[in-house]
Structure formats: C-alpha cells, structure tokens
C-alpha cells in the first residue's frame, strides 16, 4: 500500500482512496459525526452520514474511538465549500482501527503550555504532536540539510569519527566516563582530535554532524549532556580570518534558505523572525568589547573576570552588534590563551581563535590549529596533557597542512533562530536529570 500524505489529497478528488492518520479530534452530534485525521503533512475531515443505514457499523466504532488512535479509512474525497478546514471532506466507506489509544493523555497535547515543560518532556512523543513542537524539527531538519548542502557545494568531505575513545580528550575535564570491558573509556567531548587526524590524512576539507558529550553538571537554559556537534575542518588557510571567513557564509546561506522556506511560518509559530545577514558580521577584539560595554552600556567586570566572555557580556556584545551594525552575529577574537585550547595556533601568544556569538549566545569556537609538531607538544606540556594527547600529536609527525575549523552547536542554533529554550530545540533532551525517555 503506497500512503497519501494528506498535503496531497487536491489530487484525489472523487477516487475511492484508502487514507490513514492519528484522530485529532471527534465530534459528535446529532445527524453526523466529524472525526478530523492528520498526518504528518496536513489534516482532513471525514464526515460520516448517521442516518445512512450502511453507516451503522462506522457510526458505531466512532462512537467508541478515542482521540489519537490511528485508524485507515476507504472511500470518496469530496469537495465542500462548507467545511472550514480545506474545503474539502472525506466520505468513508470503511474504518479500520489500526491503533487504539487509551482514553485519559497524560498531557494535553493541544495547549502546551496546559503544563510543565518537564512534565511534557516525560511524554514526548506526545509532546510532539503539538503543531509548535513539531514544526520544531521539520525546520531543523531543513536547517542542517542546507548546512551539508552548502559544504557538499565546496567539495567537503562528511567523515564520522568514534564517539568511544580511549582517552580522555582536549582538556580532560567534562568527559564521561565509561565501563569498555575490563577498562575505561570516554565518550567524545568533540570530533576535534579526528576531524584533524582528516586533515592529516590529506582530505583537504571536512566536516562531521554528530553526538558531543559534555559531563557538564549545568542546568542552564543553554546546557546539555549531549548534543549535537556541526563540526568543519579544512587545510590550506592563511589564517583564522578565513575559519570566520567561511562560517559566515554557511550561516548567510542556511538563514536565506530557511527564511524562503520558514519565515512565515516561524513568524506564526514562534514570533520570530529569520534574518538574513546583509553584511559580513562584525569582528572585535575581547578587550575592546569590554571596552565598549563599558562605555556604552556602563557595564563593568572586575579584571580578573575580563579573560573570559562572561554571560551578561554575550548578551550585551549581541546589543552592541545590534545598535552599532545591525547585525545578529558577532566574532569576538583574542582571548588568552589560558582560557582555549592548546591545539589553538598562537600569534605573539594570543590564540588565533574566535567565539562566534548569535543574539547573545555563543554558537561556535572555532581556530587555526598549530600544527606545527614542536609548537604543539610544547602547548600541550604547557597544560598538562602531554601523556592523554600522545596519539594525537602523533598525526603532525609526518606532514600536515595549516588548518582550522569551528564547532557549531546544532541545538543552540535551532533554540535561537526559533526564540525557543534548548530543552524544547532538542528531539530529546539531555541534562543532569534527564536519561528518559
Ligand atoms: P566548544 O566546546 O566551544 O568547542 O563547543 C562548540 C559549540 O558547541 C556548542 N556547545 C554546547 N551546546 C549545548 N550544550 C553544551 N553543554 C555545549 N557545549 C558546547 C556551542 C559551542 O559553541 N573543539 C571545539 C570546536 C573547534 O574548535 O572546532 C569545541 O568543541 O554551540
């Protein structure tokens, strides 16, 4: 049996067809009875006549069905000016329950906010049927589908690397560990070492869409346990102006080609709207966005506090981009180099790295790397990773190209373009509380 999406069904007007979908709602009333079908394209009515005799057994299943089972339905697509919900109804022949569903939802799917987030979240799969959440990851579906889209355009390479790895990696800290036989092992924290070992490996330019863990016990509107990572990595750069370079325009392609597709409807759903960026995003320094913040926005940290982005100052650098560029993006560049990683190229001691930050939050880091193999085990020495890295330093002993990349957080770029919370920008969250469903 080949389904009609119901997105489809103007095709079928006057056909005997076989349609099938959840029972969004049932009403019935004296002559008749309305039951409303949906899928995942669309709804439609089915009407079904009381007073028709061939009916009775149809009359009588509806009156026991309960909202959300699904059923399969024959008969006749007609069109009816009369009904509000596309002009058009089905007129069944045949109702077949394929799944029932139990009277009493544990939530009320209908008004979200009816209850808790968590108290959803426990129910999810439920939780989705909701029109707001839905839509959710049709959009970030597309999203990430452009996001490939665009680098399969610039010959990348989609490389998956192991998400178990044998030592704790990039900085030691925030890695969960786990039980691989009689050892230990870790879940990546970042395809970072591997994305890298490509580039040794001479593939010029990749890039990876995969789970990131993070044991980081932060319950932050912003924070989870895992994600997922839009990882890029490529060679022959001349600097980390160029890592921004191409970011920027990954992000201009994907924010165009939602905004063909989704502004309206993101502007109903979510009352957001997708702003294409018009210029290249702002660059500046750390030290001097302090000094901006200050300036414009009395807004003052203490010096020690100053090495670093800190939470009020992500939101007030996305006031700063706003007011001074009309821009939704900011990099902001070097940061000490106690603050990043060691794999990050250093210029006169100052990492050539940025943060990328997107309407006050930071979606991406990105770097040069050094891969230079002296420079780099001496950085690695300098933080105390030497032994845990080994393998790592051994992918710049025997020729590598310069080369940078960035990670962007898939989750956190969804939460934002949409206005929504990181909880509900994810299929199914991760935290410190949450392992279920
Ligand atoms: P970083 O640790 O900054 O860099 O991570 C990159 C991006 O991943 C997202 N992110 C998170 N999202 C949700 N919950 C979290 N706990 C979380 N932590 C990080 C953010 C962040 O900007 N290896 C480097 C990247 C690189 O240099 O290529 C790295 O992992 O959007």
């Not at 020690?304 to 992500?314: A, I, R, V, Y």
């Not at 994810?426 to 279920?436: A, H």
Request: proline letters at 3%; aromatic letters at 14%; glycine letters at 4%.
């Amino acid at each position: 049996m080949k389904k009609i999406y119901f997105k489809d069904l103007e095709n079928y007007f006057d056909k005997e067809i076989e349609i099938s979908g959840f029972v969004e709602n049932i009403r019935n009333i004296k002559w008749v009875q309305f039951l409303v079908l949906r899928d995942s394209t669309g709804k439609v009515q089915v009407t079904i006549e009381k007073s028709d005799e061939n009916n009775a057994e149809m009359v009588e299943l509806v009156n026991n069905l309960t909202i959300e089972s699904t059923i399969k339905v024959t008969g006749t697509l007609k069109k009816n000016e009369n009904v509000r919900l596309r002009g058009m109804e089905f007129i069944p022949t045949k109702i077949e329950v394929t799944s029932e569903s139990d009277a009493e939802l544990p939530i009320n799917i209908h008004d979200k906010d009816a209850q808790l987030l968590d108290q959803r979240l426990d129910y999810r799969w439920l939780d989705l049927r909701n029109e707001y959440n839905f839509n959710i990851f049709k959009i970030q579906s597309d999203m990430t589908r452009f996001m490939r889209e665009f680098m399969y355009s610039k010959d990348f390479t989609e490389i998956h690397t192991p998400k178990l790895i044998g030592a704790a990696s990039e900085s030691g800290s925030e890695v969960f560990e786990v039980k691989y036989f009689d050892r230990k092992a870790y879940l990546a924290q970042s395809p970072q070492f591997y994305k890298q070992m490509a580039i040794a490996s001479g593939y010029d330019k990749v890039f990876e869409v995969a789970p990131v863990f993070r044991a980081e016990n932060s319950n932050t509107s912003r924070h989870t346990t895992e994600f997922t990572g839009f990882d890029v990595e490529f060679a022959y750069i001349d600097s980390y102006q160029d890592v921004m370079d191409f970011e920027e325009e990954l992000l201009t392609y994907t924010l165009e080609k939602l905004h063909d597709k989704y502004n309206d409807l993101v502007k109903k759903l979510y009352n957001e709207e997708i702003v294409v960026p018009k210029n290249k995003f702002p660059r500046i320094k750390l030290s001097d966005l302090y000094d901006e913040l200050e300036k414009r926005y009395d807004y003052k940290v203490e010096e020690s506090e100053k090495n670093d982005l800190t939470t009020e100052g992500e939101k007030l650098a996305y006031r700063y981009a706003m007011d001074e560029f009309n821009s939704e993006f900011i990099f902001v560049t070097d940061f000490p180099k106690d603050k990043r990683a060691f794999y990050h190229m250093r210029k006169d001691d100052i990492p050539e790295g940025y943060d990328l930050i997107y309407k006050g939050v930071e979606i991406t880091t990105g770097a040069e790397r050094e891969h230079r193999y002296d420079v780099l085990v001496k950085q690695a020495k300098e933080k105390g990773l030497d032994k845990d890295v080994e393998f790592y330093l051994e992918f710049f002993k025997y020729g590598c190209p310069p080369h940078g990349g960035f990670g962007l957080g898939i989750d956190r770029l969804t939460m934002l373009i949409l206005g929504i919370s990181i909880k509900e920008a994810m299929l199914l969250f991760r935290g410190p509380n949450r392992l279920n469903p």
